[in-house]
């Protein structure tokens, strides 16, 4: 069974930064594509980036593009968001998953809030 803890949020200003990381175990990492997804309260989780297994190729919200960029590190078995150019509306819990997600793998999430 795959384990996923995020952490790496907090308070950040307009226009500041984070890097969220997730640390994976319990599966062969190596062999899974995977993504940061986003929720508010009272909204859908939401998908904000998508690394294939390899690294090779990555996918964005068009919300995202140009200021979030997903890394990935097999041999940490670990994958990392950094977020540049935060904006209020990039408010949100993040979670870490198997891309394309898996239900079963869902994290506690890790809280970012961008003030204005």
């Known amino acids: 069974q795959v384990q996923l803890v995020e952490s790496g949020g907090g308070l950040a200003q307009a226009g500041g930064s984070l890097r969220l990381s997730c640390a994976a175990s319990g599966g062969t990492f190596s062999s899974y594509g995977m993504g940061w997804f986003r929720q508010v309260p009272g909204k859908e989780r939401a998908f904000v980036v998508g690394?294939?297994?390899?690294?090779?190729?990555?996918y964005y919200a068009d919300s995202v593009k140009g200021r979030f960029t997903i890394s990935k590190d097999n041999a940490k078995n670990t994958v990392y968001l950094q977020m540049n150019s935060l904006k209020p509306e990039d408010t949100a819990a993040y979670y870490c998953n198997t891309f394309p997600p898996n239900n079963d793998y869902w994290g506690p999430g890790t809280q970012v809030t961008v003030s204005s």
């Open positions: 690394i294939t297994r390899s690294g090779g190729s990555t």
